[in-house]
């Protein structure tokens, strides 16, 4: 069985540009969560959607959006980006329950110059 | 708020030594505790977890222990392979955080032959 996919699996952005990453769930998970790892620091947690509502949000600008589509895949937007966004962008699937085992994907390494 | 202090790395071990990594925490909830494991260039990998106190997760020769009444959740391994080099990171999850993980910083294990 496919795990949790992401993509791209590296991308290159410039300071104010836009970027679009996405994710897509294991196969029955309806729970998608979004969360940031820079380098050397455990990952911090962005947003939770889950049935295609957001039903969390961690302390992140408002620069920062996401969104669950039918298939429950899900998109994260970081929009006018700044080189403190450089960072493992980590998506994880979960079933249902929000205390259901989170399983998390490879991960998009966004790089801003 | 909550929040997950682990031992600052990194831990260089022989193989077979005794691993010990340790891990408190502070929630004003019932929080489930997680161990994950990061090897290089990858995602996180769910090691073991625990979600009330005095319950022990293993998986893999590791061990943990949900102790409440020194809020830790310290992490061990008798005998220790090259193959465990990687990051480890400890987290909670807390009905109060909709279940979202909150990450420790991370501690490095490099294993020699």
């Known amino acids: 069985d496919a795990g949790v996919t992401q993509s791209p699996t590296h991308l290159i952005k410039t300071r104010g540009q836009h970027v679009t990453l996405r994710c897509s769930p294991i196969s029955g998970h309806k729970s998608v969560s979004w969360y940031q790892q820079v380098l050397g620091q455990g990952p911090q947690f962005i947003f939770q959607?889950?049935?295609?509502?957001?039903?969390g949000r961690g302390n992140f600008p408002d620069r920062f959006s996401a969104r669950q589509f039918p298939n429950y895949s899900s998109e994260l937007n970081v929009n006018a980006l700044l080189l403190g966004d450089s960072a493992l962008y980590l998506c994880?699937?979960?079933?249902?329950?929000?205390?259901?085992?989170?399983?998390f994907g490879p991960g998009t390494r966004l790089t801003v110059l | 708020g909550d929040s997950v202090t682990q031992m600052e790395g990194p831990v260089t071990l022989s193989e077979e030594a005794f691993l010990t990594i340790n891990c408190t925490y502070t929630?004003?909830?019932?929080?489930?505790l997680f161990w994950y494991v990061q090897y290089p260039g990858e995602g996180l990998q769910l090691l073991l977890k625990a979600t009330k106190a005095d319950d022990k997760g293993s998986n893999k020769g590791f061990e943990a222990t949900y102790r409440k009444e020194t809020t830790s959740f310290h992490l061990e391994k008798g005998s220790v392979q090259v193959s465990d080099s990687a990051v480890y990171f400890c987290?909670?999850?807390?009905?109060?955080?909709?279940?979202?993980?909150?990450f420790g910083k991370g501690t490095k294990l490099s294993v020699k032959p």
């Open positions: 987290a909670l999850s807390d009905r109060g955080s909709q279940g979202n993980l909150i």
């Open positions: 994880a699937s979960s079933l249902v329950r929000q205390r259901d085992e989170q399983f």
């Open positions: 929630a004003t909830g019932y929080p489930s």
């Open positions: 959607y889950y049935e295609k509502e957001e039903r």
